[in-house]
Nanobody, 123 residues
Framework: QVQLVESGGGSVQAGGSLRVSCAASKNTVCMGWFRQAPGKKREGVASISRDGTPTYADSVKGRFTISQDNANNTPYLQMNSLKPEDTAMYYC????????????????????WGQGTQVTVAS
């Protein structure tokens, strides 16, 4: 079992920045960030493998950066140039499946989920 607790969400104006973090009870092969807006499917945002290899959704490339502190089992998601369409509940997830060295942004590949932290971007 892996327990995950997100923190750092909040409200910001468009163009602003936020950083969310995830306290994990143990390190896993893959850590990921997903988001879900009301009425929409959960979508992958970014993931990172234990060796530090990141994967990003096209919608956030160049704006978001995922990183992790392996010593403290804490992945971070730095979100810059935020847009109103980034508004969603953001979930941290842990999994053990890699393909070609990457942690794919598919919810089915992640076994453990946090409760989520809300990010709201005002226009």
């Amino acid at each position: 079992q892996v327990q995950l607790v997100e923190s750092g969400g909040g409200s910001v104006q468009a163009g602003g920045s936020l950083r969310v973090s995830c306290a994990a009870s143990k390190n896993t092969v893959c850590m990921g960030w997903f988001r879900q807006a009301p009425g929409k499917k959960r979508e992958g945002v970014a993931s990172i493998s234990r060796d530090g290899t990141p994967t990003y959704a096209d919608s956030v490339k160049g704006r978001f950066t995922i990183s992790q502190d392996n010593a403290n089992n804490t992945p971070y998601l730095q979100m810059n140039s935020l847009k109103p369409e980034d508004t969603a509940m953001y979930y941290c997830a842990a999994g053990s499946v890699r393909r070609g060295g990457y942690c794919l942004l598919l919810p089915a590949y992640f076994n453990y989920w946090g409760q989520g932290t809300q990010v709201t971007v005002a226009s």
